[in-house]
């Protein structure tokens, strides 16, 4: 039985990479966008160099791209796998490396199936009882789930816990496309709606769409993505900094510095910094840091490993190289690479 009070995750068996203890992944929804050219995929994370005939994979990428029935003129990136809507999989020459996408009809009357990961893309209005009945006897299915209700948030977490009370284990990613003139819209809808299921413990994948009813914008849907999983605790891929809202007792420019120490930083993967105006309340606001710098004084600031103080009151000037150089010696630094295009 769930609780609301603990996190855990809804227990999903293992399919492919998706599921269990992995980290949720990322589905980058590719089926109407005009996928041409290698350099198409930047904007999903992943980069081609022409000269070393090369993919790079940046740490927010997309694992699977959804591309509908039209197939990737091109072979996929390292590390990716084309999901592909059932008839285009059954002619695809590759039908190992491509997972097919199937709806409830096509799903029940499938003649051909992958050995490994068949999806199911479907509302939670299709999943009836004798749908789910059928998918609890496939070890290969994942789900890729969508509402139309309203409420997005509580239809998804009633219709998922239905599904799970009634013992299907398959993965499910959480579809949802939010395209508005605002992408203040997109932001808040994506964050509340996927951010709340991920909180509940709900969700073992996103395929998020944002941009305007025109046009998908696909590197914000990604971005987006990435950042309700870093918000979530589910999946960290970026530094994360917790910086107080500055009051009347803050003692530096706090936008300023906060942007300086991002600058030299943001590229420490899954480490947490606290930046805090002042030294009265700051280690409290600032509990589950890894690292904190805090105004302890004008022109001075205090800094601190966890909990615990490691330089007290050092002047301003050369804070943010003392910071570092905290992180190098517990080895959790890193050498900045050069941004890629
Ligand atoms: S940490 Fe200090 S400066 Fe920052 S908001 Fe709280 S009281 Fe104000």
């Given at each position: 039985m769930r609780t609301p009070y603990t996190y855990t995750r809804r227990a999903a068996r293992t399919v492919a990479t998706i599921?269990?203890?992995?980290v949720p992944r990322v589905v980058a929804n590719l089926s109407d966008a005009a996928i041409t050219r290698m350099e198409d995929l930047t904007a999903i994370g992943h980069v081609y160099d022409p000269v070393t005939d090369k993919w790079a994979m940046r740490d927010?990428?997309?694992?699977?791209?959804?591309?509908g029935s039209t197939p990737l003129p091109f072979m996929a990136p390292t590390g990716t796998r084309q999901l592909l809507d059932a008839d285009a999989w059954a002619a695809h020459s590759d039908t190992f490396y491509c997972v097919p996408v199937f709806t409830v009809d096509t799903y029940t009357h499938a003649t051909a199936r992958h050995s490994v990961m068949n999806v199911v893309r479907c509302?939670?209005?299709?999943?009836?009882s004798d749908v789910v009945a059928q998918l609890i006897l496939d070890t290969t299915v994942v789900l890729l789930l969508s509402s139309t209700a309203p409420s997005y948030y509580t239809s998804m977490r009633a219709a998922i816990d239905r599904v799970t009370d009634a013992g299907l284990t398959a993965p499910i990613i959480l579809e949802r496309d939010i395209r508005s003139a605002s992408i203040d819209v997109c932001v808040l809808h994506a964050s509340t709606d996927l951010g709340g299921l991920l909180v509940d413990g709900l969700g073992d994948g996103t395929m998020l769409q944002v941009g305007t009813p025109e046009h998908v914008d696909l590197q914000q849907s990604i971005r987006l993505s990435f950042t309700i999983l870093q918000a979530t605790r589910t999946r960290m891929t970026k530094t994360e900094y917790i910086s107080c809202p500055s009051c009347g007792r803050t003692l530096f420019d706090l936008q300023e510095t906060t942007a300086r120490i991002r600058s030299h930083t943001?590229?420490?993967?899954g480490v947490k910094i606290g930046i805090m105006g002042c030294i009265v309340n700051g280690p409290g606001e600032m509990a589950d840091a890894d690292y904190g710098y805090v105004g302890s004084g004008p022109d001075r600031i205090t800094l601190y490993r966890g909990q615990e103080i490691v330089q007290r009151n050092i002047p301003s000037d050369g804070a943010v190289e003392a910071l570092i150089d905290i992180i190098k010696s517990d080895e959790r630094w890193v050498v900045p690479t050069a941004p890629s295009s």
């Open positions: 599921g269990h203890d992995h927010q990428a997309a694992e699977f791209l959804y591309m509302t939670i209005d299709e999943l009836t943001d590229h420490l993967k």
